[in-house]
């Protein structure tokens, strides 16, 4: 029996936290971009910080964007606050679950199906909620961490 194999090209990570906060999505950056700068197949390791819901979701399309012109699956670290109803950018808006559903299902696509999204925020677990069987993927696979 085959398993499914996840195909990663390059590292996206999103990072909304308020100035008081340690700026661990930076730090992360810090740490992997060394690493995959000496992987035998360099990965690129992108970061942006965004600070209102309009600036995080437009970046989710940019980075569809990128996934389309340079054919690189991503991993995507989402690095923020969060609750049950989503995800606390800087500006104290909140992107809900559900307003993710349609940028990652584009990333997904886009990406062959090769999409992991790793939700760093309290309660990420309930991006589980909106997705459903019967829907497309909106990810391969998530890891959830609080």
């Known amino acids: 029996?085959?398993?499914?194999?996840?195909?990663?090209g390059a590292l996206h990570i999103v990072e909304s936290l308020q100035s008081r906060d340690l700026k661990t999505g930076a730090r992360l950056r810090q740490?992997?971009?060394?690493?995959?700068?000496?992987?035998?197949?360099?990965?690129p390791v992108h970061?942006?910080?965004?600070?209102?819901r309009a600036g995080f979701v437009g970046r989710l399309k940019q980075i569809e964007s990128d996934v389309r012109s340079t054919g690189r699956p991503p991993i995507l670290h989402l690095e923020t606050h969060g609750?049950?109803?989503?995800?606390?950018?800087?500006?104290?808006?909140t992107v809900t679950w559900a307003d993710l559903v349609g940028?990652?299902?584009?990333?997904?696509?886009?990406?062959?199906?090769?999409?992991?999204?790793?939700?760093?925020?309290c309660d990420g677990e309930s991006l589980l909620s909106v997705i459903q069987a019967h829907d497309r993927a909106p990810v391969w696979g998530q890891r959830f961490s609080s």
């Open 1 to 8: 029996m085959n398993l499914p194999t996840l195909h990663i």
């Open 31 to 43: 740490q992997l971009a060394a690493m995959a700068a000496s992987h035998p197949r360099p990965l």
């Open 47 to 52: 970061f942006w910080s965004e600070q209102t």
């Open 83 to 93: 609750n049950r109803d989503g995800l606390l950018v800087t500006s104290g808006e």
């Open 103 to 121: 940028p990652l299902t584009n990333i997904n696509i886009t990406a062959r199906l090769n999409l992991l999204v790793v939700v760093a925020a």
